[in-house]
């Protein structure tokens, strides 16, 4: 029987279906808990002489391709492989497989969850009923006709903007990749322009040498003072030094994060301010997702060991 290490948490969490993928393959599919999913030693160390691993933000860099030679496959339970070398893995001839689109809806609904969230304050109103106070001076926002900016317009980024039509707003977009001619419902404009003129943005970019950072101070000196930031993409887009400045100066509205650079995020100095909204990573945490994410993870790894292409193959 050919060992498949599962170190993803949430692998077959919603249903067996993915699971009984890998054993009816005849394959032996040990869960292993990693409590240290950024240290390569203890990765390796549990990935063992397994031939395939699934993993979830497990680092997986030049040590662990040293200790496990014997590495074949490694299967993502997501789409992000900012966490696996791929130099290393292509020239050790290890197959890197993802999951993409399968949580593209998830993740869709909970940035437009946290945008609504901001534009009716929602947090702020629950904590004023906790404290029984049941008036509030706070006024919410209507999404009609307010300017949405999404960066990144891959299939969330697409999703986010998609459904924001549905409340009449107007979308502006960047991505380099993406032409105007391929998204003609929204307008493509260029990054400053888009934080110049967006009473929302929402980041959907991937995290690269190149994005990392990317949300300055530069950039957020351009935001209005009345707006929002949004993130369920990658904690290392924004400069959270520069953010926790801006927000703490109220020199823009607010900031909603679902992802942080550190996480948990408990000494990030962003908790302190009553103007940030912090959920812990769970974008893409809904069953329907994590059954789909499953069953491509599974399909990918049962594919490379019986010598075919994976579905979805990175490098």
Not at 204 to 223: I, K, N, Y
Request: charged share 25%; glycine share 6%; net charge neutral.
């Amino acid at each position: 029987m050919k060992e498949v290490v599962v170190l993803a948490r949430s692998f077959s969490r919603s249903s067996p279906e993915p699971l009984a993928i890998l054993e009816k393959a005849g394959c032996q599919v040990n869960f292993k808990s990693n409590p240290e999913p950024d240290n390569e030693e203890v990765v390796a160390n549990l990935i063992g002489g397994a031939p395939a691993v699934i993993v979830g933000v497990d680092r997986i860099g030049k040590e662990v391709f040293d200790r496990c030679p014997q590495l074949k496959v490694i299967s993502k339970h997501g789409v992000g492989v900012d966490n696996i070398d791929l130099d290393q893995a292509k020239a050790r001839g290890v197959v890197v497989a993802n999951a993409p689109g399968t949580n593209s809806d998830s993740v869709a609904d909970m940035a437009l969850t946290l945008i609504l969230a901001f534009a009716r304050r929602l947090p702020y109103l629950f904590e004023r009923i906790k404290e029984k106070q049941w008036s509030s001076p706070e006024m919410g926002l209507e999404l009609r006709d307010k300017t949405l900016g999404v960066v990144g317009l891959g299939r969330i980024g697409r999703g986010v903007a998609e459904r924001a039509l549905g409340f009449g707003m107007k979308i502006l977009f960047y991505d380099p990749i993406v032409t105007a001619e391929q998204a003609t419902s929204f307008q493509k404009v260029s990054l400053p322009y888009l934080f110049e003129h967006s009473d929302i943005i929402s980041l959907h970019a991937p995290l690269t040498p190149e994005t990392q950072g990317m949300v300055d101070e530069p950039l957020l000196s351009r935001m209005k003072k009345e707006a929002y930031l949004v993130n369920t993409a990658r904690g290392e887009l924004i400069n959270e030094e520069a953010l926790f400045r801006f927000l703490k100066e109220e020199k823009i509205a607010g900031a909603a994060l679902d992802v942080l650079s550190a996480e948990p995020p408990f000494l990030s100095p962003l908790l302190t301010l009553p103007n940030v909204i912090v959920t812990p990573h769970k974008a893409a945490h809904t069953r329907e997702a994590n059954i789909k994410m499953g069953k491509v993870a599974a399909t990918n790894v049962v594919r490379v060991l019986a010598g075919e292409e994976p579905l979805f193959r990175v490098v």
